[in-house]
T-cell receptor, first 119, second 116 residues
Framework: GAVVSQHPSRVICKSGTSVKIECRSLDFQATTMFWYRQFPKQSLMLMATSNEGSKATYEQGVEKDKFLINHASLTLSTLTVTSAHPEDSSFYIC???????????????FGNGTRLTVT | AQKITQTQPGMFVQEKEAVTLDCTYDTSDPSYGLFWYKQPSSGEMIFLIYQGSYDQQNATEGRYSLNFQKARKSANLVISASQLGDSAMYFCAMREGIDNFNKFYFGSGTKLNVKP
């Protein structure tokens, strides 16, 4: 089945630094990836849609300059949390759809997520 | 309005018993897909089952089945013969339309605890 790999799984950083999270589709080419944020005991909140070779589409209320998304290849999307602050501490998880699967019923395939702690 | 509503923040079930997790949805698009995911404490999202809006029969996958009531706009997940490993968060999700890049909307989740 389709595999999405996300690294790192955990990261602790100091306030003011930037953190990069990688999301890779291992056995398929993903022209589109989705980045979600999840607060403890809450649902997944879509942050942005990452499109290969073009600018990401951000959801309302998500700061583009704070959360930089780059989708430079068909298998890699990165999320950079710039000048991180404690309120950015959260669980970030990426996902992609396998274009080989019929779109109507194909699920999102998720990475294992990244737990970010900003001290 | 919420696209996906899960009204049960937490549920308990005895091991080997069946449990139903509720999900209602809201859409005016005639074409949509409904998905259930399991999220253990480790955080990964595991796809469980899918139901399409045009599917005539309820979806089943092993111990998982989906009670799809289109007129009521509900898509409840039924887990039969619960196991301790079923303890996790469960999310209902919907994708409107059939475009390959349409967004998924997630409910707030239900935390299931299976008691030995």
């Amino acid at each position: 089945g389709a595999v999405v790999s996300q690294h790192p799984s955990r990261v602790i950083c100091k306030s003011g630094t930037s953190v990069k999270i990688e999301c890779r589709s291992l056995d398929f080419q993903a022209t589109t990836m989705f980045w979600y944020r999840q607060f403890p005991k809450q649902s997944l909140m879509l942050m942005a849609t990452s499109n290969e070779g073009s600018k990401a589409t951000y959801e309302q209320g998500v700061e583009k300059d704070k959360f930089l998304i780059n989708h430079a290849s068909l298998t890699l999307s990165t999320l950079t949390v710039t000048s991180a602050h404690p309120e950015d501490s959260s669980f970030y998880i990426c996902s992609a759809k396998d274009p080989r699967q019929f779109s109507y019923n194909s699920p999102l395939h998720f990475g294992n997520g990244t737990r970010l702690t900003v001290t | 309005a919420q696209k996906i509503t899960q009204t049960q923040p937490g549920m308990f079930v005895q091991e080997k018993e069946a449990v139903t997790l509720d999900c209602t949805y809201d859409t005016s698009d005639p074409s949509y897909g409904l998905f259930w995911y399991k999220q253990p404490s480790s955080g990964e999202m595991i796809f469980l089952i899918y139901q399409g809006s045009y599917d005539q029969q309820n979806a089943t996958e092993g111990r998982y089945s989906l009670n799809f009531q289109k007129a009521r706009k509900s898509a409840n997940l039924v887990i039969s013969a619960s196991q301790l490993g079923d303890s996790a968060m469960y999310f209902c999700a919907m994708r409107e339309g059939i475009d390959n890049f349409n967004k998924f909307y997630f409910g707030s989740g239900t935390k299931l605890n299976v008691k030995p």
